[in-house]
């Protein structure tokens, strides 16, 4: 009886990290089913980026309020989980405050002291970023594409970190012996008086409750994060390691197409010559993204990673001047669909069924594609290096090379380079009249 | 005012068996539409003025597909990509200049895998060389006190990173430069890129060039500076839109560059 605690700890810690565990193993399937992509070179400059951009948040203070209350949340969020190590520990063995054994005492109290600092602070900036929210009402929490889930998933994440602190609190505000011991206690001590005229028993209660809670409410918490946008606190690593390193000008030259004009640039090509042994498979089956499984996998995690801020849709000037294109969408969107694409894997044992959907069209429009101005104004503005654009410039790639589906005034302009080589209908032998003009 | 411009085509300069300093890519709209042969008249003004020895293809030149990669079609693109590099590697061109910023962005990033490895200038960073050079000097200053607002075309700024060159040779005449709201990185687009310019845009409330017009209007300027040709057009119809125009002008910074001087 007396390992009763112990024993149903670790059961709760197994089945909790063990569900996570199996959740992330389905995210990483998915991610893998995109397009290979070799993202292997520039390893010091991708490490510079991630702890930079991921660690350092060198984005986020682009916008310096939500900026700074942003690093708030996340250094607390951050440093008070090393409190959990000791819960676990405790909670495994049956001791109580490890730390204290381990540490001096005004080691430990000042570690535990800096928490409750910090907890304070992430309780200020939780309840700034709801009001932003909720009261606020900032324009970029309002768009459509941010109705339903995702608005109730941001506030979600709000709430529990509000719960997760109160606990943290109120259970050092109840141990009596760490009351007592009086070094760490910075704030739980002015808790503590509420609690004033409770009996020993009581609080030992109140103690153990909290606690309890406390783990319970961060494993939750973390087999949240794989069906909310909180898991960019994971993915915003990886994310950023792997973000473009090239000027954002430049898009990708597809070397299937390079291909196929080498062959039929060059004389001496035999164009009935039977292709080389092998050389079919290495024809792709089409140009461009029609679904999630056309974009490679770094695309994939970007859509995973996207917290859904909407710093790049405050930003787009087709979004600003009332267009249906909306830059956050595209990741929401591919992320939607990439789970529906997962779950029919799951469904139908390991494999995917068509089910008469794709990404374009039943999620994203031509019509939010061709608004794109491709200016990189989203690019630059996400704070974790989601590239929105080069999901447009693919699916595009599909419409105009697989589909012939382009508006009807690109295509004229496409015809006139090709017969004249400039956009418009003008003689290339004109080219140089400005001179005597 | 001279109004001859000395202008010498690749071809010519291989027939004297020689070769030039650098090759001006005119490009599409700098060759054909109205307003932005004269931005490139302007630039051959300054060069002209500055006695560089450059060069032109001329008919040689084609679209260098910019517009058709960005709509999504890369045949074109790399149909055309590989025409002009076959030319411009038999010339054995080595730096080209262009006051365009799709074709600079084009021809510097997009060119080199395809066979085309060349060291490629947007007009405002061959001006600031040849300033910095004293190859050029400012002496006139017509422009000096005016309040000018540099547009940053999306191609030259968040594209490439380039924000100080344009600016560094607009302060060079004196003017008093002011900065909108939304600049270098978070300038917003004019409306004309990703083959905007030759579509009517998506239905929404506003069209892009307006709203970034409007951006610079609130700056209270003179001029509305740019180093682009489309969003000159784009800054151009948005100045109409507010019915300014006649009270604010748009130039090219070669524009004003040459102008200063009264070349
Ligand atoms: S690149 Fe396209 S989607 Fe991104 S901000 Fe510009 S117009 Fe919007
Ligand atoms: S793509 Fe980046 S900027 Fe846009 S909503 Fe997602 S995280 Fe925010």
Not at chain 1, 81 to 102: A, C, M, P, Q, S
Not at chain 1, 170 to 197: E, K, R, V
Not at chain 1, 326 to 340: G, H, N, Q, V, Y
Request: negative net charge; hydrophobic residues 40%.
């Amino acid at each position: 009886m007396e390992y009763l605690p112990n024993i149903l700890f670790a059961i709760i810690l197994i089945a909790g990290i063990g569900y996570f565990a199996k959740n992330v193993k389905k995210l990483i399937r998915n991610i893998k089913l995109g397009q290979d992509v070799n993202v292997s070179d520039n390893k010091n400059q991708r490490w510079k980026n991630m702890a930079m951009i991921a660690l350092g948040q060198s984005k986020m203070v682009k916008r310096p309020i939500a900026g700074f209350l942003h690093i708030v949340v996340y250094v607390g969020f951050v440093i008070i989980n090393l409190e959990v190590l000791e819960i676990i520990i405790d909670g495994l063995f049956g001791t109580h405050r490890i730390g204290l054994k381990i540490l001096s005492e005004s080691v430990y109290g000042f570690l535990i002291g800096s928490f409750e600092i910090l907890a304070v602070l992430v309780l200020v900036a939780v309840i700034v970023f709801w009001l932003r929210r909720n009261v606020i009402k900032l324009k970029r929490f309002l768009s459509s594409e941010m109705k339903g889930w995702p608005k109730s998933d941001g506030n979600i994440i709000l709430y529990f970190e509000v719960v997760l602190m109160c606990l943290f609190l109120t259970m050092n505000a109840t141990d009596t012996s760490f009351q007592a011991l009086d070094s760490g206690n910075i704030i739980s001590q002015f808790i503590a008086h509420w609690f004033n005229g409770f009996s020993e028993g009581t609080l030992h209660i109140i103690e153990r409750a909290a606690w309890w809670l406390h783990i319970v409410g961060i494993l939750i918490f973390l087999n949240y994060l794989y069906f909310s946008k909180h898991l960019h606190i994971l993915l915003a690593f990886p994310n950023t390691y792997y973000g473009k390193l090239t000027p954002k000008g430049q898009f990708t030259n597809l070397e299937s197409v390079t291909n196929e004009v080498k062959l039929m640039m060059d004389p001496n090509a035999d164009p009935f010559a039977a292709p080389p042994e092998g050389a079919e498979a290495a024809v792709p089956a089409k140009f461009g993204a029609s679904d999630v499984q056309d974009l490679n996998w770094v695309q994939l995690l970007n859509a995973y990673t996207c917290t859904e801020c909407g710093r790049c849709t405050s930003s787009c000037p087709a979004n600003l001047t009332g267009k249906k294109l909306s830059p956050r969408k595209i990741m929401m969107d591919t992320r939607d669909r990439l789970e529906e694409v997962g779950k029919n894997i799951d469904a139908n044992g390991g494999e995917f069924k068509d089910d008469g959907k794709q990404l374009l069209g039943d999620y994203i429009t031509n019509e939010e594609l061709w608004a794109c101005t491709t200016c990189n104004a989203c690019v630059e503005a996400c704070p974790v290096s989601i590239d929105p654009l080069s999901i447009i410039l693919e699916m595009r790639r599909y419409l105009v090379m697989e589909q012939s589906a382009a508006p009807m005034e690109l295509n004229n302009m496409m015809t006139n380079i090709e017969n004249n080589g400039a956009p418009w209908p003008y003689n290339q032998m004109d080219r140089l009249n400005w001179v005597n003009e | 005012m001279s109004n001859e411009l000395k202008v010498t085509t690749m071809q010519q300069f291989m027939a004297e068996g020689r070769e030039p300093e650098i090759l001006f890519w005119v490009g599409s709209a700098g060759s054909y539409d109205d307003r932005a042969k004269k931005i490139t008249k302007a630039f051959v003004r300054i060069l002209n003025k500055a006695n560089v020895d450059f060069a032109v293809l001329g008919s040689e030149e084609s679209c260098t597909g910019d517009v058709a990669k960005r709509a999504g079609n890369e045949f074109l693109f790399q149909m055309q990509a590989m025409m002009n590099i076959e030319i411009l590697n038999a010339y054995n061109i080595k730096r080209i200049v262009t006051c365009d910023p799709h074709s600079f962005n084009t021809i510097k990033n997009e060119y080199p895998s395809l066979g085309g490895q060349y060291d490629v200038l947007h007009h405002t960073q061959f001006i600031k060389e040849l300033l910095d050079a004293k190859r050029l000097s400012l002496t006139e200053k017509t422009f000096k006190g005016k309040r000018i607002t540099f547009h940053d075309p999306c191609y030259l700024g968040r594209a490439n990173t380039i924000y100080d060159a344009p600016r560094d040779i607009l302060k060079a005449t004196d003017a008093n430069i002011l900065e909108m709201k939304r600049h270098k990185s978070t300038a917003l687009c004019c409306g004309a890129g990703g083959a905007q310019m030759f579509k009517e845009p998506e239905k929404g409330d506003m069209d892009v060039n307006v709203l970034r017009t409007k951006d610079a209007l609130e700056t209270n300027p003179n001029i509305i500076a740019t180093g682009c040709p489309y969003c000159n057009t784009m800054m151009t119809d948005g100045i109409k839109a507010h019915e300014r125009e006649g009270e604010v002008q748009v130039m090219d910074v070669a524009e004003i560059i040459a102008d200063s001087e009264a070349l």
